[in-house]
């Protein structure tokens, strides 16, 4: 056998997309950070600051020595060790949800929501600002989707209204990840029940920081163990880990386990991580205070910012957002910002949906009082130009 002539080059056109995404300014890398940076991090997920803590990480190698370095399977066949049975319980009993259901992350537990809990008899309506995961979800499912405006009940109630549909599905992310602000859920709630549709809550970044204890945005909202309503998570932000869950109804676990493929075909979560994410959320029961100093740093980052003259965002969780005045300040603020010792994220279009850039600061429940002002002080002389 000869092999064929190459006639012409498949990947030629990436050359193309690579001189579009320079010239649009919009090309990312990937930087792999050292285990010890020097820097104060305000730039990760790790809300409560549990990354690193004994607790957690005695947890996760405790785990990895136990059952191995591995699930060895999907969850139906060896991917379930009795330790995920334990991390859903607990999660479930947490929240003060029905049941619970661990994925390999928050992604794929999104996907399973969106994919199994829908069908062709059903519309979704779709918060505009909504995470990609929901997004790739919504595109997935084989229902109809409507967009509705950003954080807009009566829009939601119009969609329901005027729907052919007989089922329907709200989603929501609760707390916002870029800007932190949060969504109706109380009134969302309602207009769901006065249409007969179910309310899908993404609390990637409520949960550990929101509610009784951090026990999430659905407890907080009211709507804990509600017939009706569904929360994801993730393993990977407050509960200092990896992976993801569903909370909700027994019959809707049940559902997932039976018709989700992000849980059928995939293999399921690393019991490092299984452990290292019960281990955080023990110490967030015995120690609930974690979640209120995580509000309450975002609150005096927020003030001391806003009183140094920058453009702050109002915290409902523990995310701080700083408008920069263009997408190329936000560059030069978050490298100046490295230079004098201080992490943080820095987002510019097309991954905000109103083209505004910012940086966004994590309010880590774990900081002390100087690290907070060392961070205004940061801010305040990076945007002053100082
Ligand atoms: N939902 C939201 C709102 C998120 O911010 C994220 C991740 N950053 C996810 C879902 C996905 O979670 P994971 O990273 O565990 O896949």
Redesign the pocket.
Known sequence: MTAPVRVRDPFAWLAQADRDRREAGLVRAVRPRPAESGLLDLAS?DYLGLVRHPRVTEAAADAARRWGGGSTGSRLVTGSTELHAELERELAEFTGAEAALVFS??????LAALTALTGPAHLIVSDAQ?????IDGCRLARARVERAPHRDPVAVAAALASRPEPEALVVT?A???VDGEAAPLAELARVCRAHGAALLI?D??GMGVLGPGGSGSTAAAGLAGGPDVVT?I????SLAA???AVLGPRRVIDHLVQAARTFIFDTGLNPAAVGAALGALRLLREEPERAERAREVARLLSERLAAAGLAVSEPEAAVVSVRAPSPEAAVAWAAACRDAGLAVGCFRPPSVPDGISRLRLTARGDLTGRQIDFAVGVLAAVSSGG
């Open positions: 997920n992350s928050g992604y794929t537990a999104n909504n995470h990609a995961s929901l992310d707390v916002f990840s993404d990637a970044h994801t993730t393993l990977s932000k990896q992976g993801g």
